[in-house]
């Protein structure tokens, strides 16, 4: 898999968090917050093909990092904003840009999580295979 392949994955991933919820005021959430009927069947029809995108997503991280990977992933971005913070290079107390590192934590580990099984294989040269059925 290529750079650009993993960017074109992440990309997604990030659109996918981004829509959902972001601190602008134009998102998903905000749309939906506080709920009313107006607009009702479009509100769901958006909410069901947004699931359907995350379950899309969150499967395939887990088929390919597994719980453990995807811990070990969180961990490893959740200490490197603490350096970021601990160095001043980033500033949290301004909850707009706190919400900004979370879009950005989320949707990489969900790009990672998608690319992974190409990523191993580059590396490994083994591929990762879901299980199917003989006859």
Same mark, same amino acid.
């Given at each position: 898999?290529?750079?650009?392949?993993?960017?074109?994955?992440?990309?997604?991933?990030?659109?996918?968090?981004?829509?959902?919820?972001?601190?602008?005021?134009?998102?998903?959430?905000?749309? =939906? &917050?506080p +709920?009313? %009927?107006?607009?009702?069947?479009?509100?769901?029809?958006?909410? #069901? $093909?947004?699931?359907?995108?995350?379950?899309?997503?969150?499967?395939?991280?887990?088929?390919?990092?597994?719980?453990?990977?995807?811990?070990?992933?969180?961990a490893?971005?959740?200490?490197? =904003? &603490?350096? +970021?913070? %601990?160095?001043?290079?980033?500033?949290?107390?301004?909850?707009? #840009? $706190?919400?900004?590192?979370?879009?950005?934590?989320?949707?990489?580990?969900?790009?990672i999580?998608?690319?992974?099984?190409?990523?191993?294989?580059?590396?490994?040269?083994?591929?990762?295979?879901?299980?199917?059925?003989?006859?």
């Amino acid at each position: 898999m290529s750079l650009s392949g993993f960017l074109l994955r992440w990309l997604f991933a990030f659109i996918l968090v981004f829509a959902t919820f972001n601190p602008s005021g134009y998102s998903l959430f905000h749309w =939906i &917050w506080p +709920f009313s %009927d107006e607009q009702l069947p479009l509100k769901i029809l958006t909410c #069901i $093909l947004v699931f359907g995108c995350y379950l899309f997503y969150v499967t395939a991280t887990l088929k390919s990092l597994g719980l453990l990977g995807i811990i070990i992933l969180f961990a490893f971005c959740g200490t490197l =904003i &603490w350096l +970021f913070v %601990d160095q001043g290079w980033l500033d949290l107390s301004n909850s707009g #840009i $706190l919400s900004w590192v979370m879009i950005f934590i989320v949707s990489t580990v969900l790009g990672i999580g998608i690319s992974w099984s190409h990523i191993k294989k580059r590396i490994t040269g083994q591929f990762d295979t879901d299980d199917v059925e003989t006859g």
